[in-house]
């Protein structure tokens, strides 16, 4: 089939599939330049030939992680998920690279955090719904990095919005 034939829902959707897919490979890529790079400094050989215009910037990035930070992890979570908030989860998985999503249950945040530290995750993002509706988010930076609250007003999700059209 065509894609001029496509009805534009499929279009949009396959638009953002590549788009995703193209960043998911770009990340990879810059992982392995970072690597290649790591490699060679620890065993005192020279930086490849095809990394040395970029060497100084990746340097840079490489000075600024820690083991905790080069491989980034998330952990989603949600507490006794409405149909909504399981939806809005999923869609934060897509923003969030190497995320997990997990129901939080009865647990307390703070064993939450614990456990996620105990397991070597870089990040954990809470969601928080009233009614249904997602109306929290909670962005904490493991292991003590600032956490960030942030307020949610009309949240709609995309995949109500592509079967609306």
């Not at 095809?50 to 990746?58: M, P, S």
């Not at 998330?74 to 897509?94: C, G, R, T, V, Y």
């Not at 009865?106 to 939450?112: D, F, Y």
């Amino acid at each position: 089939m065509r894609a001029s034939v496509l009805p534009p829902k499929t279009k949009r959707l396959t638009r953002e599939y590549l788009y995703r897919k193209n960043l998911e490979g770009k990340q990879r890529l810059l992982y392995e330049k970072k690597r290649k790079i790591r490699e060679a400094l620890e065993e005192g050989k020279p930086i490849p030939i095809e990394l040395r215009n970029e060497e100084a910037a990746l340097r840079q990035d490489i000075d600024l992680e820690d083991e905790n930070t080069a491989v980034p992890m998330s952990h989603i979570d949600d507490e006794d998920p409405s149909a909504s908030l399981i939806q809005f989860a999923k869609e934060l998985k897509l923003v969030f690279p190497n995320a997990q999503q997990m129901n939080r249950g009865g647990q307390v945040i703070s064993e939450i955090i614990e456990t996620c530290r105990a397991h070597d995750f870089t990040d954990v993002v809470l969601v928080h719904e009233h009614r249904g509706v997602p109306d929290g988010l909670i962005i904490s930076h493991l292991p003590f990095g600032p956490t960030a609250y942030f307020q949610l007003l009309n949240v709609e999700s995309s995949m109500i919005t592509f079967t609306l059209m």
